[in-house]
């Protein structure tokens, strides 16, 4: 595992945007991406970071309240990006109505999770873990497999 320090938001981004510039596609499945971390970790920042580097131009917000964003994207034969916040997920079936398992088995779509330990259950098996740790009001620990 790969452990960087940030020091700033926008250090938090680079090192998001790092990440998505290294990724590779699946024979089979989607790219899911699961961010670990407490509240105000930084897990949107590095979300926002991750996008930038797929492309995409518009703000990318946490879906809290909407709990799944797409975006169209075309990178390294990937086309479609999904970002989901469920923080605010019940009962794990919930995301189902969202067409989550459809969408985690298309092999042309990343899907990068916040707050998925409300969704465990309905996660592959090689889905990829980021560990986001706060350590104080400007320093995080960014760990990476």
Same mark, same amino acid.
């Given at each position: 595992?790969?452990?960087?320090?940030?020091?700033?938001?926008?250090?938090?981004?680079?090192?998001?945007?790092?990440?998505?510039?290294?990724?590779?596609?699946?024979?089979?499945?989607?790219?899911?991406?699961?961010?670990?971390?407490?509240?105000?970790?930084?897990?949107?920042?590095?979300?926002?970071?991750?996008?930038? @580097? &797929? =492309?995409? /131009? *518009?703000?990318?917000?946490?879906?809290?309240?909407?709990?799944?964003?797409?975006?169209?994207? !075309?990178? +390294?034969?990937?086309?479609?990006?999904?970002?989901?916040?469920?923080?605010?997920?019940?009962?794990?079936?919930?995301?189902? @109505? &969202? =067409?989550? /398992? *459809?969408?985690?088995?298309?092999?042309?779509?990343?899907?990068?999770?916040?707050?998925?330990? !409300?969704? +465990?259950?309905?996660?592959?098996?090689?889905?990829?873990?980021?560990?986001?740790?706060?350590?104080?009001?400007?320093?995080?620990?960014?760990?990476?497999?």
């Amino acid at each position: 595992m790969n452990s960087q320090i940030s020091y700033s938001p926008n250090q938090t981004q680079k090192i998001g945007k790092s990440f998505a510039l290294d990724i590779k596609r699946k024979k089979s499945g989607a790219l899911v991406i699961v961010l670990d971390g407490d509240l105000g970790a930084g897990k949107t920042t590095f979300t926002q970071g991750f996008a930038k @580097a &797929l =492309g995409i /131009k *518009e703000r990318v917000a946490s879906p809290t309240f909407v709990l799944m964003k797409q975006f169209k994207i !075309n990178q +390294k034969g990937f086309e479609m990006f999904y970002h989901l916040d469920c923080y605010r997920i019940a009962k794990p079936k919930e995301i189902l @109505a &969202l =067409g989550f /398992k *459809e969408i985690i088995f298309d092999s042309k779509n990343i899907v990068l999770i916040e707050w998925a330990q !409300n969704i +465990k259950r309905y996660l592959p098996k090689d889905k990829v873990v980021i560990k986001l740790d706060f350590v104080d009001e400007k320093t995080r620990i960014i760990s990476i497999p």
